[in-house]
């Protein structure tokens, strides 16, 4: 491939294959520049291979399972529902499979070279490639950095045996009979939520004074109460100590306040974060590539890095650790290389829990809009006025719409509820169109739907509900 060990020219190089690489390496390659992006592992990223798209196809056959084993209240009883864990595995896994692939291909159909392997900094302009087999080198006019990031590990909880990261979590060989998770924020309740409805008795350990910090509490007390009525164990304001493991269990050590507690289970969960995969080998530092404290990549408004030609996105720079977000960077970083007047823009960067009731949010709540200086103005609707909602016995949650009360514009909306992460995406298109209250009450939702809420909950900021009374 190689002849002596001169470059190799490429337009772009991208390093890393996930969300955000991809997407970046695609739309790269579809503006006319010639791209190799470069993944250690498989095709996908944490998001599709050990994140996002396994723990929801969890998460689905956990609902499954539920509503096989209590459907009650629709009049239905099932006797004796089991669940095949290997099965559930398997569909997972499947899964899995099925959209890495499907990624692979559009690189390929895109005629994006993949190499299976790491990189490493030469210089600014080269970078060499490697795996077992070879270690080309290449000279790159731009390059994007994709290179995401990895569960937080706490000196006090190294992973290993029976303490586990979100990784391990995804692929136990059997149903738990007890779980303790360290860290109520989203990955942690949507796993142990997950585990909850196969029948594992599960302990939340959660250093605030509320599970879920990144909502509005009156959207995580309702998947609190919902956690609760599973029997499930919920400490906040606690400091995990310790953990003491045996080849059975583990027992964790814990304070809150001047008291200390114990609990056994047979594996302990760890979610406190993710750190950002910029202290590897990647040689950073040769290049001097500026970064933040916390080993964040310092990126203008285009993903541009100090460097001129070298972008970075997704969890490797400030902001919050979604794989949409990171998406929505490669296409701008790719379209800034091109010369497309593209930068990011927030805002409307939607955030989701699937937790149950599910939750979500995009721009602002109403705390965030008043300290931006917006005479606010907010219409909050219930799932539980709602016939479709009713229908699917989901009646619990609301949808909150936030505005600006002098010229209505809608700024911001919460809502927790069944089908809470599809529903989200019209606020954030009204946001990112400067629609305002009147527009969506305006626009005809169809009959029976969830969407519903959404336009019931314009009108009663508006002030003329119908299917409410605000005196």
Known sequence: MVVGDASLDIDTLVIGAGPGGYVAAIRAAQLGQSVLCVDKATVGGVCLNVGCIPSKALISAAHQYEAASHGEAFGITVGDVKVDWSKVQEFKNGVTKKLTGGVASLLKANKV???????????????????????????????????GSRPIE?????????????????????????LVVIGGGYIGIELGQMYSKFGTKVTIVEGSDAIMPGFDKDMSNLVAKKLKAKDVTIVTGAQAKSAAQTADNVTVTYAVGDKEETVTADYLLVTVGRRPNTDGELGLDLINVEMTDRGLIKVDHQGRTNIPHIFAIGDIVPGAALAHKAMYEGRVAAEAISGLPSVVDYKCIPAVAFSDPECASVGYSEKEAKEKGHNVKAGKFPFAANGRALSLNGAEGFVKIVSDADNGLVLGAQIVGIEASNMIAEIGLAIEMGATLEDIALTIHAHPTLGEIVLDAAEVALGHPIHTFVK
């Not at 993949?114 to 790159?140: L, S």
């Open 154 to 178: 706490l000196k006090a909880f190294p992973y290993g045996g029976r303490i586990l990261s979100s990784t391990e979590a995804l692929s136990l060989p059997e149903i738990p009979k007890s």
């Open 113 to 147: 070279e993949y190499f299976n392997g790491e990189v490493m900094f030469i210089n600014q302009n080269e970078a060499r490639v490697f795996n077992d087999q070879e270690a080309p080198r290449y000279r790159f006019k731009n390059c994007i950095i994709a290179t």
